[in-house]
């Protein structure tokens, strides 16, 4: 009886703790950009400055084994993500663009680092609902700017910082 007892104790403890853990497992950081410059039309491809950007991409995520990568389904954001997926060797994962709470869950399941290429309105909309908490429009001619969200130890909230991406041989502000 007194072993059954100890049984039921320590598989209870197990559960509270495999729970407590899986209750903050989430990423460590999350990148949101905007995809790169694009051309005029209907679901546009890049500028030949917005193709410099999604290079450069590289060299901001250069610091990181790995990454996961999602992407909405356009030329212009799946552009934008095609040299960090051949840099890291990982696939473009396509989301909804029109279903960010779906997105949310989705990356909050995730561990490591993950970057999620967006657009001009879904951005800092996703950055809100990861960051819970208000977040700027970003006007359609704002391409350099980006959020860095990081993981608040033993929570699962995150702290947003706006970042500038400088295309420039200046040091990027990261």
């Known amino acids: 009886m007194i072993l059954k007892q100890t049984a039921l104790i320590i598989a209870t403890l197990l559960i509270n703790v495999m729970n407590s853990a899986s209750a903050y497992a989430a990423p460590e950081q999350i990148y949101l950009f905007r995809h790169g410059e694009k051309q005029t039309g209907s679901n546009p491809a890049l ?21 996961e990568l ?4 356009y030329i212009r954001t799946l552009a ?14 396509v989301y909804d663009a029109r279903d960010l709470v779906a997105l949310k ?34 006007s ?3 391409y350099s700017l980006y959020y ?3 993981k608040q130890r033993d929570t699962e ?17 990261h």
């Open 80 to 93: 934008t993500a095609a040299p960090l997926a051949e840099h890291f060797n990982t696939a473009v994962e």
């Open 140 to 142: 359609e001619q704002q």
């Open 70 to 73: 999602f992407s909405s389904n």
């Open 47 to 67: 500028t030949a400055q917005g193709a410099t950007r999604a290079e450069h991409l590289v060299t901001l995520l250069q610091p990181h084994a790995a990454i």
């Open 105 to 138: 869950a989705q990356l909050l399941t995730l561990q490591g680092v993950v970057v999620v290429i967006g657009h001009s309105n879904t951005t800092p909309q996703l950055a809100a609902l990861l960051a819970k908490s208000d977040v700027a429009l970003m």
């Open 157 to 173: 909230d995150y702290a947003i910082n706006a970042l500038t991406m400088q295309l420039t041989a200046e040091k990027n502000q």
């Open 148 to 150: 860095l969200l990081s």
